[in-house]
Each structure stands twice: as C-alpha cells, then as structure tokens.
C-alpha cells in the first residue's frame, strides 16, 4: 500500500496501527459475505448439507479477501479523513498567496 495518496498527498498511516480498526470492517464485509453465498446456495438447492455450505463460503471468503481487504482499509480512513480531490490544488494556491504571487 502506498504510503501517500498520490492526488492530495494524504498520508495514510495516521497513527501507528491505525488500521487496526479496518479489521472490524473487513469482518462486517466477510460475516455478509458468508450470508450471502449461504442465503444463494439455499435458493439454488436446498439439498446440500452442511459442510457444502461451509465449503462455499470459505471459497467465497478466500477468493474476495483481497477485494474485502483494500474496502474495508478504504471504509476506515474515509470515517476519519473527507476526501478532496483538489486538496492539491488548494495547498498550491494557498503557498503561491503566502509568497505573494
């Protein structure tokens, strides 16, 4: 993960472990995750025993960890910081002022 955001310059790592707390979300992700293939495979057969469901959801949660990983970083840090995407922009009008451009 970079370390900055390269539109607005936005450091990421706000705090040491600060993304700790994205585990949560990530966990919120994978518990939907898990209902949603059981609530499908339940609605396309419902004649499969328990290990197939555990089977499919363990399959599912695997395969989009990386999607729920990155979202749930992304969920985060948009609680915490707004994002501006002309951050930039505003920060080189506000230093070209002070010079007195």
Same mark, same amino acid.
């Given at each position: ?7 607005? !310059?936005?450091? +990421? ?5 600060? #993304? &700790?707390? /994205?585990? &949560? %979300?990530? +966990?919120? #992700?994978? %518990?939907? $995750?898990?209902? *949603?293939? #059981?609530?499908?495979?339940?609605? =396309?057969? !419902? ?5 197939? +469901? ?5 399959? /599912? $949660? #695997?395969?989009? *960890? ?16 707004? +994002?501006?995407?002309? *951050? =930039?922009?505003?920060?080189?009008? /506000? ?7």
């Amino acid at each position: 993960m970079p370390e900055r955001c390269e539109k607005c !310059n936005q450091l +990421y790592q706000l705090e040491p472990s600060f #993304f &700790y707390g /994205a585990m &949560y %979300v990530n +966990y919120g #992700f994978t %518990v939907g $995750i898990a209902i *949603a293939v #059981f609530l499908a495979m339940n609605v =396309l057969g !419902n004649n499969f025993e328990l290990h197939h +469901y555990l089977i499919g959801i363990i399959i /599912a $949660i #695997f395969v989009l *960890a990386p999607l729920t990983f990155r979202l749930g970083r992304s969920v985060w840090i948009n609680m915490f910081i707004k +994002y501006n995407p002309n *951050a =930039l922009d505003e920060e080189e009008k /506000a230093q070209a002022l002070k010079r007195g451009q």
